[in-house]
């Protein structure tokens, strides 16, 4: 064998040397099948195994949603922008809390804001749920920012209003210094 690739590198091929070198293009050619099989099975394998993981991972988000989605939070404003409040059936412009129509659903902690643009405190008061906050004055500028929570915990409708004399006719009236919680089950 050792006589035979030195003839092979003089350029004379007997026919053994022809034999070897069929022999290894086979034997190159069934390692290149194999390879290209294995590669082959190993993508599919990688596809399949990403196709079959990736609901088991959405499920798991899903799953895990809606504990995520307990807290809400809530802006409330105290005659905002562009009125300085909120302009009523006679033409003028009330003191208001901003919305005053509020939806709830119960099980839900809110975490509320409110900016009170007003040069005068109000408070924001609903004795069925034990909520009295304090809102200190601010200004147009610079509200005073006051936070509080609230989890109402079973559906119904609640009045909230602004215990403090300021507004008459707003205090009067849904929509400015008083209004409605809606709760949802
Ligand atoms: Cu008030």
Redesign the pocket.
């Given at each position: 064998m050792s006589s035979g690739s030195t003839m092979v590198d003089q350029g004379a091929p007997d026919l053994g040397s022809l034999r070897l070198r069929g022999l290894l293009t086979l034997v190159t050619g069934i390692v290149l099948v194999v390879a290209a099989a294995f590669a082959l099975t190993a993508g599919v394998g990688a596809i399949w195994h990403k196709v079959t993981a990736t609901p088991a991972v959405a499920a798991t988000s899903a799953a895990a949603a809606p504990a995520s989605s307990s807290t809400a939070s809530l802006k409330l404003s105290v005659n905002p922008a562009p009125l300085g409040g909120v302009k009523g059936p006679d033409g003028l412009v009330h003191?208001a809390f901003v919305p005053g129509a509020l939806t709830m659903t119960a099980g839900t902690k809110y975490d509320v804001t409110v900016y009170n643009y007003d040069t005068q405190s109000?408070?924001w008061m609903l004795p069925e749920l034990n909520i009295d906050v304090m809102v200190p004055a601010g200004s147009a500028s610079s509200p005073s920012v006051t936070h509080f929570t609230i989890t109402p915990k079973s559906a119904g409708t609640f009045q909230w209003f602004?215990p403090?004399p300021?507004?008459k006719w707003?205090?009067a009236h849904d929509g400015f210094?008083r209004g409605y919680l809606t709760v949802k089950s």
């Open positions: 003191d109000h408070a602004c403090l300021c507004d707003g205090m210094m």
